[in-house]
C-alpha cells in the first residue's frame, strides 16, 4: 500500500471512532484528500428519525466542501466490520459531483481485512452519474 493511501485509511479511522451510530451500531469512517494535501474527515451520524441520518462519506465531502474546497481527489472508507465498506448509491452521486472520473490520481479507498485495499475511480463505481450536464441539455 503506498504512503497517501495508508494515511488515508488512518484518517478515515480515526473518523469512524467519532460515529454516532446507536440504533445500527455499523460505524463508518471516511477521510477526504485535497489538492493540496489537505485531509478532511467524516463520520455516520444516525437520528432517531432514520432519514435523517448521513453517511459518513457525505460528512466528509461536505466537511471539505464548508471549507471551501471543490476538488477531491481521494476519499478512504472504513466501517466496523472490518469489510469493504462500499459507499451508498446516495453518496456515490455526492462523489460524482466533485470528483473526477477521469483522473488516475481521482481515487476511491476502500480496505477488507481478508481481501485488502480496494481502489477504483468513480467512474466505476458509479457509471452513467447523473451531472450537471444533464441539467444543461435539458
Ligand atoms: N452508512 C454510511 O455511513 N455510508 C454508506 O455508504 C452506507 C451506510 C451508514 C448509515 C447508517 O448510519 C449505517 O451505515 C447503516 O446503514
Do not use: W
Amino acid at each position: 500500500m503506498d504512503r497517501q493511501a495508508e494515511i488515508l485509511l488512518q484518517a478515515a479511522k480515526d473518523a469512524m471512532e467519532k460515529a454516532y451510530a446507536p440504533y445500527s451500531s455499523f460505524k463508518v469512517g471516511a477521510a477526504v484528500l485535497t489538492e493540496d494535501g489537505r485531509i478532511f474527515g467524516g463520520c455516520n451520524i444516525e437520528n432517531a428519525s432514520y432519514g435523517a441520518t448521513i453517511c459518513a462519506e457525505r460528512t466528509a465531502i461536505f466537511n471539505a466542501v464548508s471549507c471551501g474546497y471543490r476538488k477531491i481527489v481521494k476519499i478512504a472508507v472504513v466501517c466496523s466490520s472490518g469489510h469493504y465498506a462500499y459507499p451508498c448509491g446516495i453518496c456515490r452521486q455526492v462523489m460524482s459531483e466533485f470528483m473526477d472520473g477521469t483522473s488516475k490520481e481521482s481515487l476511491i479507498i476502500l480496505e477488507d481485512c481478508e481481501k485488502g485495499i480496494l481502489e477504483m475511480n468513480i467512474n466505476e463505481m458509479l457509471p452513467y452519474a447523473f451531472s450537471g450536464k444533464d441539467i444543461e441539455n435539458g
